[in-house]
C-alpha cells in the first residue's frame, strides 16, 4: 500500500484504502475480546491467549498478564511478538466470512505514567479483571504494531504498515 505518485506522496486511492481497511481492523477489534499471542524463546514459538485493547491509532495493543509468566520472560528475552485476533464461529461458513488480523511488532510494559490511562482503557472492556489488572504482580503491556495483515474470505490479504 506504500504506492508513490511522481511527487513522492501517497495517492488518494492508496489513502482511501488505507482508512478502510483501518476501519475493518477496527470494527474486529472491537467485536473481540480474546487475542492470541505469539512470542517465542529459543527459537520456540509460543503462543497465549490474552485480553486486550487496541488504540485508537492502532499504532498499539495493550494486554495484562503476571510478571511471573512465560509469556512476560519471552517477551523480556525477545521483545518481537505477534497477536491475532479473529471473528470465526468454528463453522463452515468461517471459510468464506471469517476474518483475521495479525499484527506484528515489538512489546514492552508500559511505564508508570502511562500506565493508569491504559488501566482505565482495558478495563472498560475487560471490567470483570480489574482485581487481575490491579495486583502488584500483574504488568501492562504495549505491543508498538509495525504492521498489520487482514484475512478475510479465507485468501484476501490486505497489509496496512502503521507509521
Known amino acids: 500500500m506504500d504506492q508513490l505518485n511522481g511527487s513522492g506522496t501517497r495517492t488518494v486511492s ?68 505477534t497477536v491475532l485476533i479473529d471473528n470465526r464461529s468454528n463453522q463452515e461458513a468461517d471459510f468464506s466470512k471469517a476474518a483475521a488480523v495479525t499484527a506484528t511488532g ?18 472498560a472492556k475487560h471490567p470483570m479483571l480489574e482485581e487481575f489488572v490491579r495486583s502488584p504482580s500483574c504488568a501492562i503491556l504495549k505491543v508498538q504494531v509495525e504492521t498489520y495483515y487482514l484475512v478475510s474470505r479465507f485468501q484476501n490479504v490486505m497489509e496496512l504498515h502503521v507509521k
Open 14 to 81: 492508496v489513502l482511501k484504502e488505507e482508512l478502510k481497511l483501518s476501519e475493518m481492523i477496527r470494527e474486529l477489534f472491537s467485536s473481540q475480546r480474546l487475542a492470541v499471542l505469539g512470542t517465542q524463546s529459543g527459537g520456540q514459538p509460543y503462543a497465549n491467549l490474552v485480553a486486550f485493547v487496541a488504540s485508537d491509532d492502532l499504532k498499539s495493543i495493550f494486554f495484562a498478564t503476571a510478571r511471573a509468566t512465560r509469556k512476560y520472560a519471552n517477551i523480556q528475552a525477545d521483545s518481537r511478538v
Open 106 to 123: 515489538n512489546a514492552e510494559e508500559v511505564g508508570e505514567n502511562e500506565r493508569e490511562l491504559i488501566t482505565a482503557t482495558y478495563l
